[in-house]
């Protein structure tokens, strides 16, 4: 069978037309298993874990200890928690001969401080309806740990005065490594 000239160019279009019909088919199914394959991966990404704020710092404050505190102001980090709950603030209180000496602020996304509007369980107030004297103490970088009015336990960190990381003690290597055996 022979084609005229005519009949090839009719042929040439065809088939043109017929690739790209089919290329655009073929990007479509592809555009559609690529979505497919990401809802996939976030669908198996897993949720982030919570953290428990107050015991990463605590843990950290135990594990390094803290510098002594001068008198002033210290910017401290904030713990309330509630069982296995708990959640962290920034904030600043001042402080004199080792004692926590003024009102808590806490501070606000905007970056300025406001008193801590939370109040100190009764158990925890003297006569004056102000945190005991004894709890006043600072040790190790940490305030006490005192129950507020609402149940929550609070505990401040003074960051700041955290003790540099210690230097890790080098193991010794076994017997072979260190004399002929």
């Given at each position: 069978?022979?084609?005229?000239?005519?009949?090839?160019?009719?042929l040439?279009?065809?088939?043109?037309?017929?690739?790209?019909?089919?290329?655009?088919?073929?990007?479509?199914?592809?555009?559609?298993?690529?979505?497919?394959?990401?809802?996939?991966?976030?669908?198996?990404?897993?949720?982030?874990?919570?953290?428990?704020?107050?015991?990463?710092?605590?843990?950290?404050?135990k594990?390094?200890?803290?510098?002594?505190?001068?008198?002033?102001?210290?910017?401290?980090?904030?713990?309330?928690?509630?069982g296995?709950?708990?959640?962290?603030?920034?904030?600043?209180?001042?402080?004199?001969?080792?004692?926590?000496?003024?009102?808590?602020?806490?501070?606000?996304?905007?970056?300025?401080?406001?008193?801590?509007?939370?109040?100190?369980?009764?158990?925890?107030?003297?006569?004056?309806?102000?945190l005991?004297?004894e709890?006043?103490?600072?040790?190790?970088?940490?305030?006490?740990?005192?129950?507020?009015?609402?149940?929550?336990?609070i505990?401040?960190?003074?960051?700041?005065?955290?003790?540099?990381?210690?230097?890790?003690?080098?193991?010794?290597?076994?017997?072979?490594?260190?004399?002929?055996?």
């Amino acid at each position: 069978m022979k084609l005229s000239h005519s009949g090839l160019i009719q042929l040439k279009k065809w088939l043109i037309l017929e690739l790209n019909i089919k290329t655009n088919h073929m990007k479509s199914i592809l555009a559609i298993l690529l979505t497919f394959l990401s809802f996939g991966s976030f669908a198996q990404a897993k949720p982030a874990a919570t953290k428990d704020c107050f015991k990463e710092w605590y843990t950290l404050f135990k594990e390094r200890g803290a510098n002594p505190l001068a008198d002033g102001t210290h910017e401290v980090i904030i713990t309330l928690r509630n069982g296995t709950y708990s959640e962290c603030f920034l904030g600043k209180i001042d402080v004199a001969g080792g004692k926590l000496s003024g009102k808590l602020l806490i501070q606000k996304m905007d970056g300025t401080y406001e008193e801590f509007d939370k109040k100190v369980s009764s158990t925890f107030q003297n006569a004056e309806g102000a945190l005991k004297e004894e709890l006043r103490e600072i040790s190790n970088g940490m305030s006490a740990s005192v129950t507020l009015a609402d149940g929550d336990v609070i505990r401040l960190f003074f960051y700041k005065n955290l003790a540099d990381k210690p230097k890790a003690n080098k193991k010794a290597p076994g017997p072979g490594a260190l004399v002929k055996l």
